[in-house]
């Protein structure tokens, strides 16, 4: 039961956008918008998502995990709630924002849970299950919001999203018990100590250049997921349910390149030569998308954004390994500020790709090609400095 609500908790996040994906072209005229505004709800989600990022592992220290988890899944059910009776795009923005204060909560915590209760080769083991649970969930949100689309409204993806999180608060409430650590001689949290461990992270080359490259690649993906559901059901007129089956198969290429950058490790390969590899199979998928940039081919279209997850899926575990500085591993607030600075760039990026460029998939793909020959760009500068201090012969850890 407590693996299961484990999962249920790691996927939250991830699933609450996943599933909403589908609903966001019927919504533009049911809120009298524009695509762009219509966006800003998949924006604010993640805005919200980092803000809580920074804060949760530090409550989870505080006050308990149980006491953390429960008040952040309180306030995603009364995000999802309202956002039923919602009629004014501005306040389904603000819930939103809510929605994701409340998600991310599940995300950090559980994994601190896992480190609680495990001894670490068992913990990898069991974060392993958690992401496995997570990329299901990843696979399956749009394939399951297209069909409540088809058949019911995009209400009924939160009316779904409400009772999800209705049965989280009950299995915490009943079945969770309290697993944090009981120190003799804990260390006080105060601001100072906060803000040092934030100071000697942003010193690490490490956290920097691969925060960097994360950030980068997940803005890649945020853009295609803004930009798809227009693209393949507006302008290539396929239907919710053919959408969601079609960007669900995409969205599993992220499983195939993570149980690849499992096998590069279990190979010695470093994680700044495996990052290399992701980036340069990201890049590849521009290549293909702009190859045929006269016409909206599906078959490109679908093929690039099935290749870029693949790359994903080998580079992005490997990065959050090689971020963390080696003494810093085990810290909670470090990685808090990790996910917050990745989810904060992701957002704030996407913002400004939707401010300042069109929405074709010819100016898409070639902002995502450039983003990722940047981010191979900085790779071969920091590995001829030396690379990753951790990079050598790693096990990845797939957090994410």
């Given amino acids: 039961m407590k693996l299961f609500l484990l999962i249920l908790l790691v996927s939250l996040g991830t699933f609450s956008t996943n599933l909403y994906v589908p609903a966001l072209p019927k919504m533009v005229p049911l809120f009298h918008t524009n695509i762009i505004s219509i966006q800003q709800s998949l924006v604010s989600f993640t805005y919200g998502f980092a803000v809580c990022m920074l804060f949760s592992g530090v409550l989870a220290d505080s006050i308990g995990r149980k006491k953390t988890l429960l008040m952040g899944i309180f306030i995603y059910i009364f995000a999802s709630l309202s956002i039923l009776f919602c009629h004014h795009l501005s306040l389904l923005i603000f819930l939103r924002f809510l929605q994701g204060v409340g998600g991310c909560c599940g995300t950090v915590v559980a994994r601190v849970i896992v480190r609680d209760q495990c001894e670490d080769q068992k913990a990898v083991g069991v974060l392993a299950l958690l992401s496995s649970g997570m ?20 209400r009924a993806c939160f009316v779904l999203l409400f009772l999800i999180g209705i049965g989280i608060f009950l299995l915490l409430a009943l079945f969770l018990p309290e697993t944090k650590p009981k120190i003799s001689s804990p260390q006080k949290i105060t601001l100072s100590f906060i803000f040092s461990q934030y ?69 010695t390969i470093s994680s700044d030569t495996a990052v290399m590899y992701g980036l340069m199979v990201m890049s590849f998928a521009g290549i293909i998308a702009l190859a045929d940039s006269h016409h909206v081919n599906e078959v490109v279209l679908i093929v690039a954004g099935f290749v870029y997850l693949l790359g994903m899926g080998i580079q992005i575990p490997n990065s959050q390994f090689a971020a963390i500085p080696p003494e810093e591993k085990g810290s909670a607030i470090v990685t808090s500020l990790l996910y917050f600075i990745e989810m904060f760039l992701v957002a704030g990026l996407s913002n400004y790709f ?21 981010s191979l760009f900085i790779l071969m500068c920091f590995i001829s400095s030396g690379g990753s201090t951790s990079a050598s012969a790693c096990k990845v850890r797939l957090e994410r």
């Fill in 354 to 374: 939707k401010s300042h460029f069109s929405t074709s998939p010819t100016v898409l793909w070639s902002v995502i090609l450039i983003f990722i020959l940047m």
């Fill in 199 to 267: 100071v000697r992270a942003l010193q690490s080359k490490n956290f920097v250049v691969h925060t960097a490259m994360i950030s980068i690649c997940w803005t890649g993906f945020f853009l295609i997921m803004m930009e798809y559901p227009f693209i393949i059901m507006n302008q290539l007129k396929y239907s919710i349910v053919n959408f969601g089956l079609t960007f669900s198969i995409m969205l599993a290429a992220y499983l195939m390149g993570s149980r690849i950058a499992n096998l590069l490790s279990r190979l």
């Fill in 135 to 154: 990329a299901i969930a990843f696979i399956l949100g749009p394939l399951i919001g297209s069909f409540l689309v088809n058949f019911f409204s995009w």
